[in-house]
């Protein structure tokens, strides 16, 4: 129902746009309107006040219709025609900020799920519900993050085609999140306010994670290629991470149901006071379930062991602990208040990772020691990176977008002073497949609230 009076108010909008001319070159009104139906309504309240005066003379009333119009075409921002002014459904690529598109700054809530067993009277407490209220600003943070999240990953969903690079489809997800947060993250500090929460991976097939291209990547998306997209977004250091698996090849949609259904379990299981073991167990017993026949050969889909999700800190995206995705021995509980990924990885091989190619991915440690620095570039490198990541992770295109060159030797001298973290690819043996979804859970004090949760996954 709401698809369809969706899809009405779009194209009535686009007539608008393209009437008023609004929309830049290359960027086309998609029909998607934001998911609660908060849209910017000036266009229709000026249509209102135009209306105004009905009952005076025609001639006068049409004189004042001509007098409100007339200065709306003009309308510019800083000398220019403004490209997004007023806009209310999202542009493809996504370039319409997610504050226009919900001016009264509520977000769509994630998917909400009450507690159950011993935690169950906190659905009802009242003095768990005056703990989240005073939560407000921290989930309209998380909201408007996922939001973007959401919109972004659709878009993304709908024009990543086998034939693309890995660069171009980095670039285009990276560009649209900085355009929707509103954070291009070229000024100084402006990446630690918001925008990219972390280098996007697009990981191929038997390579499970932390791939991004460097620059001069000429690698190119096959239509046999398994590919984890896995992008994240921040405001206020808030930061939203989930990914998803993409394949154009059938033969693979058991592996991504596994883990996309083991993942489900894993957000399921988790809870206030609930152990990391019990989690895996319960990830690990959903996953091996499934099994998948490529090339007429049947493989058992395999959690990868050594791969865990974990708790997200404000610009921290490993805060310290693990989820497993297997059964184990850790103890360890969730507590109320905190923020975790939930991540799973299935293959069709080992079930266990290696680091392997090119590292792309790097980020500052929030305990860095303090050590002289004898290489000078190592200095220039580390005052940048503080200014403009801080403890977000980074990778070499970024430093490249920054008009940093000639940085790797300063670089390499930051990971060997243990100053910056490197994060290399990781990768099961070749020939193997692998899968991950993730979403991102918020343990409110009175429900748990998945907040990147939409209609794809």
Known sequence: MTEAVSAAAGIEDLKLAEKDGILPEGVTATHAAPTNGHVDNDESDDDAEDGEGGGEGGAEGA???KKKRKPRKKKKTGGVVSATAGAKTQSSPPRVPVSQLFPDSQYPEGEICEYRNENSYRTTSEEKRHLDRMNNDFLAEYRQGAEVHRQVRQWAQKNIKPGQTLTEIAEGIEDSVRYLTGHQGLEEGDNIRGGVGFPTGLSLNHCAAHYSPNAGNKMVLQKEDVMKVDFGVHLNGRIVDSAFTLAFDPVYDNLLAAVKDATNTGIREAGIDVRMSDIGAAIQETMES??????GQTYPVKPIRNLNGHNIGQWQIHGGKSVPIVKGG???KME?????????????GKGYVRDDMETSHYAKRDDAPKVALRVSSAKTLLSSITKNFG???FCRRYLDRLGHDKYLLGLNNLVSSGIVEAYPPLCDIKGSYTAQYEHTILLRPNVKEVISRGDDY
């Open 63 to 65: 004189a004042k219709k």
């Open 290 to 295: 499934y099994e998948v026949e490529i090339g």
């Open 330 to 332: 850790d103890q360890t």
């Open 336 to 348: 109320e208040g905190e923020t975790f990924a939930i991540e799973t990885f299935g293959s069709t």
């Open 391 to 393: 403890t977000l992770p």
